[in-house]
DNA sequence: CGATGATCATTA
DNA sequence: TAATGATCATCG
């Protein structure tokens, strides 16, 4: 098996690829792709994301777009213990939090981003070494109007939130199934947002993250028939 | 700095 | 023990 040379054609392509995949461990793809493993991902976090986006022919880099922006598909490898349920919440996408005051829903860089994903889920408990953690199956996954209400509702009131300059207030604690979180290097990142008087302030980058009992309905929806 | 890929680790 | 808030690596 060797690395793709191109992005797949189709979502069936990629699907194919996925299936390839499936059952190997992440130490396997890592030797095939002579790709180092560490030992644990406390200095590698994103590791296994980059180690499938190689092997499924995304695109590298920071680019503010899906990963196979001609499938219209964005790709999100998601850590499941042995039960199946997401160890983490999925991180979706930086959050604007200047000239957000026309915004909408449509447009917004959540719902572009979560209009279509592949989740490729990974058995990846933390008592599982790196090496050793398998790539589970892989499905394409749409909101459907329930789960695209519930995303709009919570990302309309953060928004709302973060332009009347409350951004302070807002903690991880609001929306049922998107969440506000810093998302920087560190505490000393920081980035221009709206202040109570409606003032420029400096503050902690945030990031947009679906919460763990979301992604585990989208699984049980397809694992289980739920 | 902003954005990607995320997981870590302290605390509630 | 789970979730929140913090952090790590890399690229342009």
């Keep these: 098996m060797q690395l793709p040379q191109h992005p797949p054609a189709s979502i069936e392509e990629l699907l194919e690829r996925t299936r390839q995949l499936a059952g190997l461990t992440l130490g396997e793809l890592a030797d095939l792709a002579g790709f180092a493993t560490p030992e644990n991902l406390q200095r590698h976090k ?9 092997w499924l022919g ?17 790709l999100k490898t998601l850590p499941v213990n042995e039960q199946g349920k997401p160890l983490e919440t999925t991180y979706v996408c930086y959050a604007p939090l200047v000239n957000i005051a026309g915004m909408s829903w449509e447009h917004s860089n959540v719902r572009n981003k979560l209009s279509c994903v592949c989740w490729l889920p990974i058995l ?16 394409v996954w749409q909101p459907d109007q329930n789960e695209e209400a519930a995303l709009r509702q919570d990302w309309e009131e ?52 679906l919460k763990k009992h979301f992604t585990q309905q989208i699984l049980d929806k397809v694992f289980n028939d739920v």
Excluded at 171 to 193: F, I, M, S, W, Y
């Design 46 to 54: 994103g590791w296994s994301g980059q180690l499938l986006e190689l």
């Design 58 to 74: 995304a695109e590298a880099g920071s680019k503010p777009e899906q990963d196979f922006p001609q499938l219209g598909v964005e």
């Design 124 to 139: 990846a408990s933390r008592t599982i070494a790196p090496a050793e953690r398998r790539v589970g199956s892989a499905f």
């Design 158 to 209: 953060i928004m709302e939130l973060l332009a009347l300059g409350k951004i302070e207030s807002v903690t991880a604690r609001h929306g049922e199934v998107l969440q506000l979180r810093p998302k920087a290097a560190d505490g000393k990142a920081l980035t221009d947002a709206i202040g109570e008087q409606g003032q420029r302030i400096r503050t902690r980058p945030r990031g947009f993250y």
